[in-house]
């Protein structure tokens, strides 16, 4: 094993504006799936990721997490629609703008319409539209079949996703990353 596996990825970013101010090293933990859908469920908002005329299409939208899987709602007209029974992509992250640190969690899975009247009902009161001009009558559940998820820290050893302590499904990134069920998947966020 190399001694690069032992340790997470970090990096020394220049100081000036816009940096944290201090120790400028950051680590990269990988999360378990688990603590990932955790964060990811304590947001409301997030992208989805999809193919459009051959190239990635990224939308903001709000969601919930229900029974493991991603809610989102949407309008007829959305070009997400047209990619329903296909692979999609889901990314949320809370990053502190000032310190850099924080946490991503991408959530890959297959995205369907729900069609039970009363899942739909209860979605639509659970999950209110955040933006107006359009009927959100379309309800889109994305079944979680890839989860990855970092924490960005600051020098601490063994950070949670805030840099505050140490959480059970936190371990360090070896150079190629993995999602949280062990699988590669190439190079880490933005690579």
């Known amino acids: 094993m ?19 101010a201090g120790d400028q090293t950051r680590r990269m933990w990988r999360l378990e799936r688990a603590e990932s859908l955790r964060l990811l469920g304590g947001v409301g908002l997030g992208r989805v990721v999809f193919t459009e005329k051959a190239m990635p299409a990224i939308r903001p939208v709000n969601h919930l997490l229900d029974d493991g899987g991603v809610i989102i709602r949407t309008h007829l007209g959305a070009a997400v629609l047209s990619r329903l029974g296909e692979v999609v992509a889901y990314q949320a992250d809370h990053i502190d703008p000032d310190t850099h640190t924080g946490w991503s969690v991408v959530v890959t899975g297959v995205a369907r319409p729900v069609t039970d009247p009363e899942l739909i009902s209860r979605y639509e009161h659970l999950l ?4 107006s001009g359009h ?3 379309q309800v889109i559940r994305i ?6 998820g970092y924490a960005l820290t600051g020098p601490t050893t063994h950070p949670d996703a805030t840099g505050t302590g140490s959480p059970a499904g936190a371990r360090p990134t070896p150079n190629a990353s993995h999602d949280a069920g062990g699988e590669t998947n190439g190079g880490g966020p933005g690579q």
């Open 135 to 137: 009927q959100m009558d």
């Open 128 to 131: 209110q539209p955040w933006i």
């Open 2 to 20: 190399a001694a690069s596996e032992h340790h997470p990825h970090t990096t020394r970013q220049p100081t000036g504006s816009g940096q944290p």
């Open 143 to 148: 079944e979680p079949q890839i989860v990855t």
